[in-house]
Nanobody, 115 residues
Framework: QVQLVESGGGLVQPGGSVRLSCAAS????????MGWYRQAPGKQRELVAA???????NYADSVKGRFNISRDNAKNTVYLQMNSLKPEDTAVYYC?????????WGQGTQVTVSS
């Protein structure tokens, strides 16, 4: 139905930046929301940022002022620009899409913030 492919993760230095991408394909219609979640080992999966069909955004308190979510509707792609990265940002980041037919997840991409 819907396939989500994340890219852009890797190793980054504290204070550095990285941009994650999530490209959607398949039955892309009536999309209500796209967002990014993350999960660190031993922790609950948490919402990082989301953007809805009207362009409204929502961020976790821990990333406000540092991360920015955006979308390219023509490419069915959502981005997460991550700045001023901290070691506590280390996690697997998952793309999520909600449409009329359900909710879908990408495979995840690892982001490691370390010196």
């Amino acid at each position: 139905q819907v396939q989500l492919v994340e890219s852009g993760g890797g190793l980054v230095q504290p204070g550095g930046s990285v941009r994650l991408s999530c490209a959607a394909s398949g039955s892309i219609f009536r999309v209500y929301l796209m967002g990014w979640y993350r999960q660190a080992p031993g922790k609950q999966r948490e919402l990082v940022a989301a953007i809805n069909s009207w362009g409204n955004t929502n961020y976790a308190d821990s990333v406000k002022g540092r991360f920015n979510i955006s979308r390219d509707n023509a490419k069915n792609t959502v981005y997460l620009q991550m700045n001023s990265l901290k070691p506590e940002d280390t996690a697997v980041y998952y793309c999520n899409l909600v449409r009329d037919g359900g909710s879908y997840w990408g495979q995840g991409t690892q982001v490691t913030v370390s010196s």
